[in-house]
């Protein structure tokens, strides 16, 4: 069966990392026999300039016909914020419908923590942050613009059905992991109504996994064990702007965000799911070789995963995890030897 994959590149070291991501995709389908039919899409600040458009209609509507979408990063500091991240990146989650952003935590053996004396199963653990709702939704606005009276406001959209059905996903994630707990992460004693729908949610899907532990945490105290006893998290659940910031600090905490892969899933697979770095388009590191294409090689094995290809997809993980290893000793290396590193693992 063929695969039929979207590549959106897009802006700054987005590029540079997705043709790392390509290169070991190309290395991983030789070794497996897989089929892998390529479109690449130009969207980003390119066009924005060019065209004035972020995500056309019609290429939302080619999208939704393939398998699965792989994402550089957007944004540019030539667009106005928001205009690409919002107008590109955040219509296709809402638009694909893409309500589990799954963010796995992981320390790779032979990468150093900034946390001292860290062993890497101290760090392993995933975050499911909801992807379609909450500060994200767009609802909001301004009274008296540019007066001095203005009011801006940003409105935190939960709904039942949004809530239970990433809680449910996460839920059945901790249930087939070994250690099955599930730390809930809000801000449930100053966002009441929110928090208060997110934790009888909570308890009311938990019913439906009598073996999985539940605890809870304020999202910063959460901060305070990311750094201080990461070991305690297995799977966490939590809403689209704590998961934002959450996973940037998970990122660093096991190694970088050069390492720090992401899948924006729709369960249901009624779409495709689209997976990049958590990174964004790093214009500070653009253009110049620097920047680390691990995360999106990563990236890479958690989309074979999801289509099904877990013996590719582990293949890919496995490469990643020897290159990591020998990293300390391989001295400075660009993007692309790095690319190249990772995909000659592969072809053996
Ligand atoms: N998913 C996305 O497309 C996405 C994610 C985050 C930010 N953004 C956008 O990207 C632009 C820059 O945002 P930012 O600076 O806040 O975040 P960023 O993730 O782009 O960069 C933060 C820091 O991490 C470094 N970095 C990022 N990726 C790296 C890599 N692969 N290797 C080595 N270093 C790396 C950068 O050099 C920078 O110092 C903004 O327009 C933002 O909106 C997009
Ligand atoms: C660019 C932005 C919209 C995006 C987010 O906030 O989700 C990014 O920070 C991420 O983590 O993927
Ligand atoms: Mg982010």
């Known amino acids: 069966m063929t695969i039929r994959l979207a590549v959106i590149p ?4 987005g590029p540079e990392v997705v043709t790392e991501g390509l290169k070991v995709l190309d290395a991983v389908s030789a070794r497996f026999s897989l089929q892998i039919e390529r479109t690449e899409y130009d969207l980003g600040a390119r066009r924005w ?8 209609d019609t290429v939302l509507d080619e999208l939704r016909a393939h398998d699965a979408i792989l994402l550089g990063a957007v944004g540019d500091p030539s667009v106005p914020s928001g205009v690409l991240e919002r107008g590109l990146l955040l219509r296709l989650r809402f638009e694909l419908d893409h309500y589990v952003n799954l963010r796995p935590v992981k320390l790779f053996p032979g990468v150093r923590s900034p946390l001292a004396d860290i062993k890497p199963e101290q760090v392993d653990f995933l975050v499911v942050r909801e992807g379609t709702e909450g500060a994200y939704a767009g609802s909001g606005g301004f009274l008296r613009r540019g007066t001095p009276q203005e009011i801006a406001t940003e409105e935190s959209v939960n709904t039942a059905f949004g809530v239970a059905r990433v809680v449910r996903d996460a839920f059945t994630r901790a249930a087939g992991r070994p250690r099955r707990k599930l730390t809930v992460v809000h801000k449930n004693n100053v966002l009441v109504h929110a928090g208060d729908l997110w934790a009888r949610t909570v308890r009311e899907v938990a ?3 009598p073996g999985v532990s539940v605890d809870y945490c304020h999202v910063d105290a959460a901060t305070i064990y990311f750094v201080t006893d990461p070991g305690r998290f297995d799977v966490i659940v ?5 998961g934002d910031i959450l996973t940037d600090l998970g990122a660093a905490i096991a190694g970088g965000i050069g390492l720090a892969a992401s899948g924006n899933i729709n369960p249901q697979r009624t779409t495709p799911s689209m997976f990049e770095p958590v990174h964004g388009s790093a214009p500070d590191i653009a253009g110049r070789g620097l920047a680390d294409p691990t995360a999106t090689i990563l990236s890479v094995a958690m989309l074979l995963d999801h289509l099904g290809y877990r013996e590719a997809s582990q293949a890919v993980e496995a490469a990643v995890a020897e290159d990591l290893l020998e990293r300390s000793t391989a001295g400075r290396r660009t993007t692309a030897h790095i690319g190249d590193a990772i995909a000659a693992k592969i072809v053996g």
């Not at 897009?10 to 070291?13: A, L, R, S, V, Y």
């Not at 300039?49 to 056309?56: D, F, K, N, V």
């Not at 939590?238 to 704590?242: A, K, Q």
């Open 49 to 56: 300039h060019a065209t004035g458009e972020t995500l056309p």
């Open 207 to 209: 019913a439906e996994f």
């Open 10 to 13: 897009g802006d700054g070291i």
């Open 238 to 242: 939590t809403d689209n702007l704590f």
